[in-house]
């Protein structure tokens, strides 16, 4: 058991032999460097826990190696961790402890089973697991929880922001072989889910006491709502590419430059048919302001022609009622009926029917044919709002009429309400230019017909 002065001199003059061999330092006890036979060399503490002495089993623990941890830093580090062993902490165990405790991998697959899908809904559930699969599990599932930092959520965070391409995950179906990913938005989101993952398993006992949060204090990045309304001409346009698109057909997009498109039908053969529930699909989200799955998953059993509404058992906010205008009960009519789903899919009338899965085919086609490029499908339920605000509907009718569950969701149409009161001033304002001399037209606001003033 040698006893040396532990310097950088002293250390580099030491040659490996047959056996380990610990070179303990003359200052502080317990202090020192294990030298192995090929050569390693680490840094290692010896204490003796509770109240010490030869009673107490003796521990060690690694400090690092010589190569990346100088002396006098592997020094101090034994003195801090001595004066934490006085004050009653095990540092070998909880190394121990943490080498046994879950992976991140772990504790997400005990979230998503025990609290997301039992206590969330199906999309929420599908959306917390995506982020995780794709990419939050790839960069720190192996990593051990309670080992996780803010430097690395942080790091995580400003990773996905940086929109990479990526291979498809094994399994996957209808997408391209490399896909764009990643994103601030989706980076918040992933996020929100490493917060609420570690605040559960916290809470549940599955981390140590006190631990903390490795996602708090890590801010986000700005978002800002976007607020796309289709214009009249623009809705016009819309409706001449959905009757095409059921009709006639809408023309393919192809790059005559491709080897391929030589061998492909002529030109006025080169057209896309789209089935009338797919289109109606479509319609309905405009004339109803619905959300997108409130209308694929739709059975007709939630349809109540008498009292013209649509009766959802289950929404983003719960069971609702949305009531329908003449045009949607009228096309809801004339929908023929193939299977549960009033939106017919694949397996309509089949025993294991399902839903269709979405519209995005068609909607990019038609915002093609209808030179809207870049509009989602949920700006139709923000321009469905936009028309009942610029009619005079109040917010609160709206707020109603879509099914929101706070006031402040539906206040982002507000500017557009205003535009009946903005009438009405011009009105006044004419009346009162007129009276003033300014030359303004006047307006007849009391039914009565006003002339021109000079």
């Given at each position: 058991?040698?006893?040396?002065?532990?310097?950088r001199?002293?250390?580099?003059?030491?040659e490996?032999l047959?056996?380990?061999?610990t070179?303990?330092?003359?200052?502080?006890?317990?202090?020192?460097?294990?030298?192995?036979?090929?050569?390693?060399?680490?840094?290692?503490?010896?204490?003796r826990?509770?109240?010490?002495?030869?009673?107490?089993?003796?521990?060690?623990?690694?400090?690092?190696?010589?190569q990346?941890?100088t002396?006098?830093?592997?020094?101090d580090?034994?003195?801090?961790?001595?004066?934490?062993?006085?004050?009653?902490?095990?540092?070998?165990?909880?190394?121990?402890?943490?080498?046994?405790?879950?992976?991140?991998?772990?504790?997400?697959?005990?979230?998503?089973?025990?609290?997301?899908?039992?206590?969330?809904?199906?999309?929420?559930?599908?959306?917390?697991?995506?982020?995780?699969?794709?990419h939050?599990?790839?960069?720190?599932?192996?990593?051990?929880?309670?080992?996780?930092?803010?430097?690395?959520?942080?790091?995580?965070?400003?990773?996905?922001?940086?929109?990479?391409?990526?291979?498809?995950?094994?399994?996957?179906?209808?997408?391209?072989?490399h896909?764009?990913?990643?994103?601030?938005?989706?980076?918040?989101?992933?996020?929100?889910?490493?917060?609420?993952?570690?605040?559960?398993a916290?809470?549940?006992?599955?981390?140590?006491?006190?631990?903390t949060?490795?996602?708090?204090?890590?801010?986000?990045?700005?978002?800002?709502?976007?607020?796309r309304?289709?214009?009249s001409?623009?809705?016009?346009?819309?409706?001449?590419?959905?009757?095409?698109?059921?009709?006639?057909?809408?023309?393919?997009?192809?790059?005559?430059?491709?080897?391929?498109?030589?061998?492909l039908?002529?030109?006025?053969?080169?057209?896309?048919?789209?089935?009338?529930?797919?289109?109606?699909?479509?319609?309905?989200?405009?004339?109803?302001?619905?959300?997108?799955?409130?209308?694929?998953?739709?059975?007709?059993?939630?349809?109540?022609?008498?009292?013209?509404?649509?009766?959802?058992?289950?929404?983003?906010t719960?069971?609702?009622?949305?009531?329908?205008?003449?045009?949607?009960l009228?096309?809801?009519?004339?929908?023929?009926?193939?299977g549960?789903y009033v939106i017919?899919?694949?397996?309509?009338?089949?025993?294991g029917?399902?839903?269709?899965?979405?519209?995005?085919?068609?909607?990019?086609?038609?915002?093609?044919e209808?030179?809207?490029?870049?509009?989602?499908?949920?700006?139709?339920?923000?321009?469905?709002?936009?028309?009942?605000?610029?009619?005079?509907?109040?917010?609160?009718?709206?707020?109603?009429?879509?099914?929101?569950?706070?006031?402040?969701?539906?206040?982002?149409?507000?500017?557009?309400?205003?535009?009946?009161?903005?009438?009405?001033?011009?009105?006044?304002?004419?009346?009162?230019?007129?009276?003033?001399?300014?030359?303004?037209?006047v307006?007849?606001?009391?039914?009565?017909k006003?002339?021109?003033?000079?």
């Amino acid at each position: 058991m040698p006893v040396i002065k532990i310097a950088r001199r002293s250390i580099a003059a030491i040659e490996p032999l047959e056996k380990p061999v610990t070179y303990y330092d003359d200052a502080l006890k317990g202090f020192g460097l294990l030298v192995r036979p090929s050569g390693s060399r680490s840094w290692i503490l010896e204490y003796r826990t509770g109240a010490g002495g030869r009673g107490a089993a003796k521990k060690r623990v690694v400090l690092g190696s010589p190569q990346t941890v100088t002396p006098e830093q592997a020094r101090d580090m034994a003195k801090d961790m001595l004066a934490k062993v006085r004050l009653g902490a095990d540092p070998a165990a909880e190394r121990a402890e943490a080498r046994a405790a879950d992976t991140v991998a772990e504790i997400a697959a005990e979230w998503l089973s025990r609290h997301v899908e039992p206590k969330r809904k199906e999309a929420t559930a599908k959306l917390y697991r995506g982020v995780l699969i794709t990419h939050i599990l790839p960069a720190i599932g192996s990593r051990k929880a309670v080992t996780l930092t803010r430097s690395d959520v942080a790091k995580l965070h400003g990773a996905i922001a940086r929109k990479e391409k990526s291979s498809k995950r094994p399994g996957a179906k209808r997408t391209a072989a490399h896909k764009t990913r990643g994103g601030p938005i989706i980076a918040n989101r992933a996020l929100a889910v490493i917060k609420a993952m570690f605040s559960w398993a916290t809470d549940l006992g599955l981390l140590p006491v006190g631990s903390t949060n490795p996602a708090s204090g890590v801010e986000g990045f700005k978002e800002k709502g976007r607020e796309r309304f289709l214009s009249s001409e623009e809705m016009q346009r819309l409706g001449a590419a959905l009757t095409l698109a059921e009709t006639q057909g809408l023309p393919w997009q192809v790059n005559e430059n491709k080897p391929g498109a030589k061998y492909l039908p002529a030109p006025e053969k080169r057209r896309a048919h789209f089935d009338l529930h797919s289109v109606a699909a479509i319609r309905l989200l405009l004339l109803t302001g619905a959300r997108v799955r409130e209308i694929l998953d739709l059975e007709w059993q939630h349809v109540d022609f008498q009292r013209g509404m649509l009766r959802l058992t289950d929404s983003k906010t719960g069971a609702k009622v949305i009531v329908l205008g003449g045009a949607a009960l009228a096309l809801l009519d004339g929908l023929p009926r193939v299977g549960r789903y009033v939106i017919a899919s694949t397996s309509a009338g089949t025993k294991g029917e399902k839903p269709r899965a979405d519209v995005n085919r068609l909607w990019r086609a038609v915002c093609r044919e209808a030179g809207i490029e870049g509009t989602r499908l949920h700006d139709l339920r923000h321009s469905n709002a936009a028309v009942g605000a610029g009619v005079g509907l109040s917010l609160h009718q709206i707020g109603a009429l879509l099914g929101h569950s706070q006031t402040a969701t539906t206040k982002r149409y507000a500017h557009l309400a205003a535009d009946p009161q903005r009438r009405a001033a011009d009105l006044i304002g004419s009346e009162v230019a007129a009276a003033l001399g300014l030359g303004a037209n006047v307006v007849p606001i009391d039914g009565v017909k006003r002339e021109k003033t000079a």
